[in-house]
């Protein structure tokens, strides 16, 4: 497995989670990394994204409420869930950007609900 995404669950609206995702050296080192969500009947939509030398994008519905940041020494790019909303809801997959193509993880599902 290449990329291994963690840390979904279930909270309530205004609270936060943390995702992790843990790749492999190969397909991390030197490559632009972050985080997709999909739900239900939508496209993935890109949230975050952090480049080799640390340059991060972010949606516009999350930028202030989510922090991305990666760890070269342990080859893991987490991503910081504050203020949830119930929109946030939906499968969370990491990705990596090598060669030319997108390299995604398992996804993990976040549910944002009272």
């Known amino acids: 497995v290449q990329l291994q995404a963690s840390g979904g669950g279930l909270v309530q609206p205004g609270g936060s989670l943390r995702l992790s995702c843990a790749a492999s050296s190969s397909i991390f080192s030197g490559n632009t990394v972050g985080w997709y969500r999909q739900t239900p009947g939508e496209q993935r939509e890109l949230i975050a994204a952090?480049?080799?030398?640390?340059?991060?994008h972010y949606a516009d519905s999350v930028k202030g409420r989510f922090t991305i940041s990666r760890d070269y020494a342990k080859n893991t790019v987490d991503l910081q869930m504050n203020s949830l909303k119930s929109d946030d809801t939906g499968v969370y997959y990491c990705?990596?950007?090598?060669?030319?193509?997108?390299?995604w993880g398992q996804g993990t599902l976040v549910t944002v609900s009272s």
């Open positions: 952090i480049t080799s030398v640390g340059s991060k």
């Open positions: 990705y990596a950007w090598a060669k030319g193509a997108a390299i």
